[in-house]
């Protein structure tokens, strides 16, 4: 077996998200190789060099190195050594037993001893550091149901975060699920994290980018998604390039860039139709119908004359749609259940979101409908629940989709057969296939009403221009956050970003990254 880097993937190899369980199984793999890499000595003087090179800088010696009781310490034992031998001043704190640490970190156990490294069991009392190693626990707490930290452990991650010092962690901050990204009782603030072989799903979604700081990934050499196929990958800018629509022609016409039916704007939630549709005209689709369900809708939009709004009927009468947004301002009583019956019915590729999702938990046969038209007509559906609308769809509550988003999303794509997002911090956009991709643009700043009436009508303009669900969906994902960070340079902050000024936003990243020197097709 072959274990060097090679291109083998047409998606950037750093892309790459495994869960605990696969990077023990790659580790595995490594280890049955003849003449297998030293991935702990690898990993340590990885550490040591970021701790040295970002961590350490100026007039910065002295350092605390955290070393838990599995391979996590045994890294920690590595970096110490190196740091040490480079002229730090290294403390190194313990927490397990030598006869009980994993062969390798025994090892490096040893070699920190033999090199004149001593260890210490509690942190010793009035003394100063510059900068913290984190080692104490890596991809492990989220295994066998996951434990909470406790003891001496939990007494040293609270004493490190209560000293404001810059930490760097080892792989994953220690507290955090490196599967979940949820946080194992406490958790360490890390200001680097830098992580081996492959990116983990914790660093990305859920709590994960509240502590784990500026990712740095080390791949100690290996080519992990030769070693075993990825499932999940990080959605960023590199991604979202290849998944753009091409520049367009000069002989461009209107019909070239498709149409699309918005369906909702149910008495006082006109607007949320009003921003899906504003969404989507702003994002390129060459006609934006309106079918609106209030009782004296508006005949024209003022703010955006070129939103064409007409009784819902007429939009689903329409023979030259492209594909149908459902959802926005749409409603719960009896005549929103029956416009989505025949929204599902159409063979339309299909974006539902808001009270369509609901009416779709609330009644089984709006369910069979959604599964039946991807099973049996093959017609794409996209749905883009909030954790609570997730909730409804899977029959548990908040706390379960929260406390294993990436678990979450994958399966509301397989039970509806369909492309899934689940919204959020890191949100997730899960595929049928069982790929799935982790964002990672995005600000607090999209906690307001009507922002994800936006995605919708983002979505909606992107299949309308004919790229496919499995590229629209996370595409307009990271569009939309990535809008919304550029807000948050314009505004200097998150607070008060309102969803009616994402669009434009937006429409201006999405012409900066098609005719980007950087893209492919304008070289």
């Known amino acids: 077996m072959d274990l060097a880097r090679q291109n083998t993937s047409n998606q950037n190899t750093s892309n790459a998200i495994f869960t605990a369980a696969e990077i023990r199984n790659i580790e595995q793999l490594v280890a049955a190789a003849p003449g297998r890499p030293a991935l702990m000595e690898k990993a340590g003087l990885a550490t040591a060099e970021v701790a040295r090179d970002r961590l350490l800088t100026g007039e910065k010696h002295k350092v605390l190195v955290l070393a838990g009781p599995g391979n996590n310490g045994g890294d920690a034992f590595v970096a110490a050594r190196h740091l040490r031998m480079w002229g730090f001043d290294v403390t190194l704190i313990f927490t397990g037993e030598r006869a009980s640490l994993p062969m390798d970190a025994r090892h490096a ?19 100063c550091w510059d900068g913290v190693v984190d080692g104490l626990f890596g991809i492990g707490l989220d295994q066998k149901g996951g434990r909470d930290l406790a003891g001496k452990a939990l007494d040293l991650v609270r004493a490190v975060n209560r000293m404001k010092l810059p ?16 946080i194992r009782g406490e958790a360490i603030h890390a200001l680097l994290t830098v992580t081996f072989i492959g990116l983990k799903p914790g660093l990305l979604t859920a709590r994960g980018p509240e502590y784990c700081g500026e990712i740095i990934l080390r791949d100690l050499g290996l080519d992990a998604p030769s070693l075993l196929e990825p499932n999940c990958w990080m959605m960023g800018r590199a991604h979202a390039d290849e998944l753009l629509p091409p520049p367009r022609p000069a002989s461009s016409h209107k019909g070239m860039f498709g149409s699309i039916g918005i369906i909702g704007g149910a008495t006082g939630m006109v607007g949320a139709a009003l921003l899906a549709g504003t969404a989507a005209l702003k994002l390129g689709a060459g006609r934006v119908y309106l079918g609106l369900l209030a009782d004296n809708a508006p005949k024209v939009d003022t703010a955006q004359p070129e939103l064409m709004l007409r009784p819902v009927a007429e939009v689903l009468d329409l023979d030259n749609l492209n594909c149908l947004v459902i959802g926005p301002g749409l409603g719960m009583a009896v005549e929103a259940g029956t416009w989505l019956r025949c929204a599902l019915e159409t063979s339309l590729p299909l974006v ?8 779709i938990a609330l009644h089984p046969w709006l369910a069979s409908l959604l599964r039946e038209r991807s099973r049996k007509r093959k017609a794409p559906s996209i749905l ?13 509550d908040t706390s379960a989709i929260e406390s294993d988003r990436l678990n979450a999303a994958t399966s509301l794509a397989r039970r509806y057969d369909c492309q899934a997002l689940l919204k959020g911090a890191g949100s997730i956009s899960a595929m049928p296939s069982g790929k799935c991709y982790i964002n990672t643009s995005g600000n607090p700043g999209l906690s307001s009403a009507g922002t994800g009436d936006i995605l919708s009508g983002m979505i909606g303009a992107l299949l309308a221009q004919g790229l496919r669900p499995e590229k629209a969906l996370p595409l307009s994902v990271h569009l939309h956050g990535a809008a919304a960070d550029v807000l948050r340079e314009d505004h200097g902050g998150p607070v008060g970003m309102a969803a009616s000024e994402i669009p434009d936003a937006a429409r201006r990243l999405l012409n900066q990254w098609i005719y980007s020197p950087r893209n492919p097709r304008n070289l």
Do not use: F, K
């Open 167 to 182: 930490v760097l962690a080892i792989d994953v901050p220690s507290g955090l699920g490196s599967d979940t990204g949820n």
């Open 384 to 396: 883009t629940p909030h954790p609570a609308e997730a909730a409804r769809l899977l029959g548990t």
């Open 352 to 359: 539902l979101d808001a009270d369509a999702l609901n009416l």
């Open 109 to 127: 156990l040893d070699a920190w001893l033999a090199q004149g490294g001593e260890i210490l069991v509690e942190l010793p009392e009035n003394e």
